[in-house]
């Protein structure tokens, strides 16, 4: 059946969703097997969904309940409320609880949802980590070992005879592929390299997250300009490389690590490193690598906004936070040099029109078949 079939049928149910609501009628099963009908035939047609949910919210409250030594009933834990949304051309929004769904869908829920046929492809739980910091479960950094570690997988920096302090790297495009549509960008048209670095010990935990973006596709390049965006619970850092060295040295107020990145046959590495002696040798690095198999101009996202060229590159990827919002990394030129800008608090960009009024950028994945990520654009 044709999509817009299915556009209407989800509008018809909607509409009698608003009708039963308006006469306090509970919503009927009919009703929500419609959607149901509708997400399924839209969902499997390609559209783009967001899934909404407090799983994390509820997994850290949990979580502080266990550290206590006595369970505490101050601490309120929410009810789960996951629910998936479908937006319309016209900016309609319809939900529809996301248990129910599965229901609808049964064996084809994990396909469809969470692509868990594609091996290549991060499931959409696997990035659901929230920490408050870098150590999970120690307030204060912990005690400094009484002999340290000598670390010999260190990075050093290299240098390249064609390189100076003075050295910025292009975010230039390659000319032979077309542009993305506006203010979006499909995850099978990036470049980037996501890292996860987990250290454990003695009941400590740390995980940090590296999203690490080559600036050029290349079949070899042993120094590789770079952009790196990290993320530790909801603390972002971000890196580019520039002057001398291709490698980005990313600090926490914990411990800084280095990222260096190379193209070798044609395939992109990345090595970080962690600079504290302490646990240099004790963190692991997991891989997921993403190739760019539908070829665009840029590698990474990239926007004009009042006749002014911005690259955006995302801390997360298939993933957004309890806002429905991905935080993100924004580069441009201004005065020979490159600026890094991260997203506030509110996973938003604040910026200013050609008329002096302000304006909010904002950042999201929407699922599928085609999973995108999504710019939008909100007046103050």
């Keep these: 059946m044709e999509k817009q079939y299915y556009w209407d049928l989800l509008s ?9 609501f308006a006469h306090n009628i509970p919503v009927q099963t009919e009703t ?28 850290k409250l949990q979580q502080e309940n266990k550290k206590k030594i006595i369970s505490s009933t101050d601490i309120k834990i929410p009810e789960l409320s996951e629910h998936i949304k479908i937006r319309s051309m016209d900016g309609t929004v319809y939900a529809l609880p996301l248990d ?32 408050p910091d870098i ?12 002999e340290e570690i000598p670390v010999k ?11 100076d302090e003075n050295y910025i790297p292009s975010l230039d495009g390659d000319m032979r592929y077309n542009k993305d549509q506006a203010q979006s960008k499909t995850l099978d048209s990036f470049c980037v390299d996501h890292a996860r670095m987990t250290y454990e010990e003695d009941g400590r935990k740390a995980i940090v997250d590296f999203n690490v973006f080559p600036l050029k596709f290349v079949e070899d390049a042993p120094i590789t300009d770079i952009m790196v965006v990290a993320l530790s619970g909801n603390i972002v850092r971000a890196g580019i490389s520039r002057g001398a060295s291709s490698a980005v040295q990313i600090d926490f107020d914990e411990m800084s690590f280095m990222v260096r990145g190379r193209w070798e046959s044609g395939k992109f590495n990345v090595k970080i490193n962690c600079l504290d002696n302490r646990f240099a040798e004790k963190f692991q690095q997991t891989d997921t690598m ?6 665009t101009y840029t590698i990474f996202m990239q926007e004009e906004l009042e006749h002014k060229l911005y690259s955006f590159f995302p801390a997360t990827i298939r993933k957004n936070d309890m806002q429905g919002l991905a935080p993100a990394a924004m580069v441009y ?24 009024l302000p304006y909010k950028v904002q ?9 995108k990520l999504q710019m939008q654009i909100l007046e103050e």
């Design 12 to 20: 018809q149910a909607g509409q009698i969703e608003q009708e039963q």
């Design 135 to 146: 150590f999970s479960d120690e307030e204060n950094d912990p005690e400094p070992v009484t």
């Design 153 to 163: 997988a260190v990075l050093k920096p290299q240098t390249d005879k064609l390189r």
């Design 363 to 371: 950042f999201y994945w929407s699922g599928g078949r085609q999973p």
């Design 100 to 131: 129910v769904l599965k229901n609808h869908m049964k064996s084809e829920f994990d396909t469809l949802i969470y692509r868990k046929e594609t091996k290549s492809a991060i499931a959409y739980e696997e990035l659901s980590v929230e920490l």
């Design 333 to 356: 030129q201004e005065a020979g040099d490159l600026k890094i800008v991260l997203s506030n608090d509110m996973d938003s960009f604040n910026m200013i029109d050609k008329d002096g």
């Design 32 to 59: 929500q097997n419609l959607k149901c009908f509708a997400f399924t035939g839209l969902i499997r047609n390609g559209e783009l969904f967001q899934i909404e949910s407090n799983r994390q919210e509820i997994e």
């Design 290 to 295: 993403y190739m760019p198999t539908n070829r």
